[in-house]
């Protein structure tokens, strides 16, 4: 049974630095990629960055040079450093595999501008 939990959110000034992390179980290690999600109040969830096993990597535009996705195989985990953060990056972060698997809780991100 795969299992995501994402934590490292929380309240942050605008400038400021925040660092997820998502735990998952029941996912192979083979699994190709995974990938950072965020939802905003009113808005669609969309994908943040995604890292493939052989670490090609993806942003959207708008995260570009402030996020590093990055994962440890070993431990079962992804990350994102989120640098530079603002106010349009507030949203609940989640992890996936292409949305293929059951959404973990998400992890809260508030940035005051």
């Known amino acids: 049974q795969v299992q995501l939990v994402e934590s490292g959110g929380g309240f942050v000034e605008a400038g400021g630095s925040l660092k997820l992390s998502c735990m998952h179980s029941?996912?192979?290690?083979?699994?190709?990629?995974m990938g950072w999600y965020r939802q905003a109040p009113g808005k669609r969830r969309e994908l943040v960055a995604s890292?493939?096993?052989?670490?090609?990597?993806y942003y959207v535009d708008s995260v570009k040079g402030r996020f590093t996705i990055s994962r440890d195989v070993a431990k079962k985990t992804l990350y994102l450093q989120m640098n530079n953060l603002k106010a349009d990056d507030s949203a609940v972060y989640y992890c996936?595999?292409?949305?293929?698997?059951?959404w973990g809780p998400g992890t809260q991100v508030t940035v005051s501008s």
């Open positions: 029941g996912i192979a290690l083979s699994i190709p990629v």
């Open positions: 996936n595999s292409k949305e293929s698997f059951p």
């Open positions: 890292i493939t096993r052989s670490g090609t990597q």
